[in-house]
């Protein structure tokens, strides 16, 4: 007797381990709300699918889960029947409910199961933010939940890891119903830029804003440019008058002139004297023709010396008489 207890708690562990490990494995894949001109049911009928996908490497059976988009039986203290009623069930009898590892399949919302065991009554409003949540068999245990945004015609609201609870928005040629999200659509960058803008007012505002911004650029670099060409000019202009140069022309042009007069001096010196006023005559003289420019290239001496008359003899004759 106590074997058989043993068993069936072992079976029971076995099972309920076996329940949270699908629960973890079973996750919403990718939503379309309004679907204009993508996945068509068996009777050529477009309307909004759900993809659940089963990301473990099990095979399990989903039937039986619920799908819902009401909010209210979030409300813990609803009874079990209550909240059946606000949800779709996922039909038995279908094989393809059995999902193995890495598989998925998509169901049809807003519709009736009278179509068949993938299509749900579970209400879709495509003009308005939709809540969408998948729960285990008791209707009891939320296994998965997301909020989809309002989207375009043809987008769909998809995981982008399977790990985490991240989503995006897919542009119709990337939707992936009934296989992998991972899938990367190639698009070249000219037809991507056809998509994002159709009429080419983007790529005219951003050719003309380069060209501008490089006219100015060219603008404020010349401006620089001949603004330091200037300064330069100019420096080298100052730089290449020699002021030392002119004041040492200048010194030895006084010396000159000094070492002149002193010898003119000295030559009235032995002469025994000479009228002060022809000292100041010569001096002035050589200042002016210095600052004429006229002697500067003279290298003579300027001498005056005395010469002997014979009036000097009459004079003192002359004055022999009145003594």
Same mark, same amino acid.
């Given at each position: ?16 381990? #076996? &329940? @949270?490990?699908?629960? !973890?494995?079973?996750?919403?894949? $990718? *939503?379309?709300?309004?679907? %204009? ?118 987008? #769909? &609201? @998809?995981?982008?890891? !399977?790990?985490?609870?991240?989503? $995006? *928005?897919?542009?119709?040629? %990337? ?149």
């Amino acid at each position: 007797m106590k074997k058989i207890v043993f068993l069936f708690g072992l079976l029971m562990a076995a099972s309920q381990w #076996s &329940f @949270a490990q699908m629960d !973890k494995s079973i996750k919403l894949n $990718e *939503v379309m709300t309004r679907n %204009a001109t993508n996945l068509q049911d068996e009777y050529g009928n477009r309307g909004p699918w759900v993809e659940i996908a089963n990301i473990s490497h099990s095979t399990y059976n989903i039937r039986g889960m619920y799908i819902t988009t009401d909010r209210a039986v979030l409300d813990e203290t609803m009874s079990v029947p209550e909240r059946v009623k606000r949800m779709s069930i996922i039909p038995n009898g279908e094989l393809r409910t059995n999902l193995s590892g890495q598989q998925h399949l998509v169901l049809f919302l807003n519709s009736s199961p009278t179509k068949g065991a993938l299509h749900l009554t579970v209400d879709v409003d495509s003009v308005k933010p939709v809540w969408i949540a998948l729960y285990n068999g008791n209707a009891t245990q939320l296994l998965d939940s997301i909020t989809i945004p309002v989207m375009k015609a043809d987008q #769909s &609201f @998809a995981r982008i890891s !399977k790990d985490e609870n991240k989503w $995006e *928005v897919k542009p119709y040629d %990337a939707v992936t119903p009934g296989i992998s999200n991972y899938i990367q659509v190639s698009e070249s960058k000219i037809d991507k830029l056809k998509r994002e803008d159709p009429h080419g007012f983007g790529i005219t505002v951003l050719a003309m804003g380069i060209v501008f911004f490089c006219l100015f650029t060219l603008f404020v670099f010349f401006s620089l440019f001949g603004l330091f060409m200037k300064h330069r000019s100019a420096a080298k202009k100052v730089a290449a008058i020699p002021p030392i140069n002119v004041g040492v022309k200048t010194v030895e042009k006084t010396l000159e002139i000094g070492h002149k007069t002193n010898i003119i001096l000295q030559d009235g010196l032995k002469s025994k004297g000479i009228a002060k006023e022809v000292y100041i005559a010569v001096i002035s003289m050589a200042l002016k023709e210095y600052q004429d420019n006229v002697h500067d290239v003279e290298s003579g001496i300027i001498t005056i010396k005395p010469k002997n008359t014979d009036w000097n003899d009459e004079y003192i004759q002359m004055t022999q008489f009145h003594e």
